[in-house]
């Protein structure tokens, strides 16, 4: 059973906004409902004012469209509607309509743990206007959240080098769907485990914790709390040491966890989550190697992000684990990944494909047209060297132009097509690997991205390009449209 479907009984389809279903009733009523309709689902700009992103959503979105069903509730409420006459904004025949509607629409997307870019399709969906355009909300809020906070674990596990991240949120999160998405979108960006025991169960991701400063209160000293601790979990022993004093906390620990090793069990490692993390996570560590514990893991929370980690690393901190919550579930600098979802294509039956674009004052917000694919190319070592946009009723090139003017761009080779097909006709056609294999895509795409794109501050732009054939569509369209707006001038 898929997540959406153990967490909600009732039916998801009016996870969208109304104008998408005033505009349904309108192609409804106009008799578009069947026109075949491409929208791509991109973002503009990497989040993070970073080089990349990294996919993540897809299996949500899988989840919701094989679940799309308008139930009587929802046409009741549908209904109910009123327009500012005061009569019902939609008909019978309408209600009737999305009663016995199925999805019946191609799907092609990047797999989630992809590295993708701005300008790039993230999901393309082909099909019925109607359906096409009831999903733009839901897809947009499923994929864009999630690829955010993939992004942010990727940027905080880079930061962190070696150390394993955990993902320490849900106290702080947008609410039980907020904390659900972060913790698998984190762990797909790279983090080892969740906090989140609800996520850990719905989507099969390693969970870890211990105890919190309520447990040692709960006693009447430090020492008395690390033992019953102990006592009650001795293979689960991560003291947090900074309840009172710290590195008397840390020589408490080690007293315990020589008491722990006398029963053959073994202290896994300290916890700090306050104060000087670099000062006094070095003086940790001397105590604990003192003590007899150099494998004791020293583990630092404190909101953390990949800025202080990589402050903290640089330094010197003796840290070997990152605890990182409200600044990754939040993804605390930006918190929203803009997004957007554009049609691209449209035809009536039996007609030739009319390709649309939008223009914009800001040339960033005019969309590309075409049924587009991305053609991603690889040096002999494996490594990204660059993406081509292309349409495919047009085919692929090896020539490509620059999104947004500059110098060309060729590509040279076969290549591989980014997007992948999910459903074709309405039915599913791909089987999705586990949120752990997502994780070692990820890892796999990053390492072959040059370092100078996944640095935190100034990275080099990764280059995207449009198929000179499409770059020359684009351009004679937006021709076509400013002669236009000047012609109705």
């Not at 850990?200 to 309520?214: C, D, F, K, M, N």
């Not at 294999?437 to 040059?450: F, G, I, Q, T």
């Not at 370092?451 to 990764?462: D, V």
Request: proline share 4%; with cysteine; glycine share 12%.
């Amino acid at each position: 059973m898929s997540a959406l479907n153990q967490l909600y009984g009732e039916s998801l389809a009016l996870l969208t906004d109304l104008y998408q279903v005033t505009m349904a009733y309108g192609y409804h009523r106009l008799g578009m409902s069947e026109h075949e309709a491409v929208f791509h689902l991109f973002f503009r700009r990497a989040p993070f004012k970073g080089g990349y992103a990294i996919a993540a959503g897809l299996d949500l979105v899988i989840d919701l469209i094989e679940r799309l069903r308008f139930s009587e509730a929802d046409l009741e409420y549908l209904g109910g509607l009123t327009g500012n006459d005061g009569r019902p904004l939609f008909d019978r025949p309408f209600l009737d309509h999305l009663a016995g509607l199925r999805f019946t629409c191609d799907v092609d997307a990047a797999p989630e743990g992809s590295v993708v870019f701005a300008h790039e399709p993230l999901l393309r969906i082909r099909g019925p206007i109607i359906l096409c355009q009831l999903l733009e909300t839901p897809l947009l809020n499923l994929i864009n959240f999630s690829t955010l906070i993939a992004t942010k674990s990727a940027r905080i596990c880079e930061a962190a080098g070696d150390g394993p991240v955990l993902e320490f949120g849900l106290r702080r999160a947008q609410g039980i769907d907020g904390s659900l998405s972060a913790a698998r979108a984190a762990v797909i960006g790279g983090c080892a485990a969740t906090s989140n025991c609800l996520a850990g169960r719905l989507y099969e991701i390693p969970v870890r914790g211990t105890h919190a400063h309520s447990w040692v209160m709960a006693f009447d000293g430090e020492l008395e709390a690390f033992d019953a601790y102990a006592q009650a979990m001795p293979n689960n022993c991560v003291f947090l040491v900074d309840t009172y004093d710290t590195l008397e906390g840390v020589k408490h620990a080690v007293e315990i966890g020589k008491r722990l090793r006398s029963r053959g069990h073994e202290m896994v490692g300290v916890r700090l989550d306050s104060g000087d993390l670099r000062g006094l996570s070095v003086a940790a560590r001397a105590i604990l190697d003192e003590g007899g514990f150099p494998g004791a893991t020293i583990v630092a929370s404190n909101d953390l992000d990949e800025y202080q980690i990589t402050e903290l690393r640089s330094k010197g901190a003796a840290i070997g684990v990152w605890g990182v919550g409200t600044r990754l579930a939040t993804a605390y600098d930006q918190p929203a990944l803009g997004g957007v979802y554009k049609l691209a294509a449209i035809r009536g039956p039996g007609e030739p494909w009319s390709y649309r674009i939008k223009l914009s004052e800001e040339a960033i917000k005019i969309s590309n047209p075409g049924i587009q694919q991305v053609r991603r190319f690889r040096g002999p070592d494996g490594a990204l060297l660059g993406d081509l946009i292309y349409d495919e009723e047009l085919g692929p090139s090896g020539d490509g132009v620059r999104i947004g003017g500059g110098e060309a761009m060729t590509m040279a080779g076969a290549g591989e097509d980014l997007l992948a097909p999910i459903f074709r006709g309405g039915a599913r056609v791909y089987d999705s690997p586990s949120v752990l294999e997502m994780r070692e895509r990820a890892r796999a795409e990053l390492a072959s991205l040059a370092t100078t794109t996944r640095r935190l501050a100034s990275p080099t732009p990764y280059p995207v390009g449009l198929e000179a054939r499409l770059h020359a569509l684009r351009e004679t369209l937006i021709a076509r449209a400013r002669g236009q707006e000047r012609g109705a001038g």
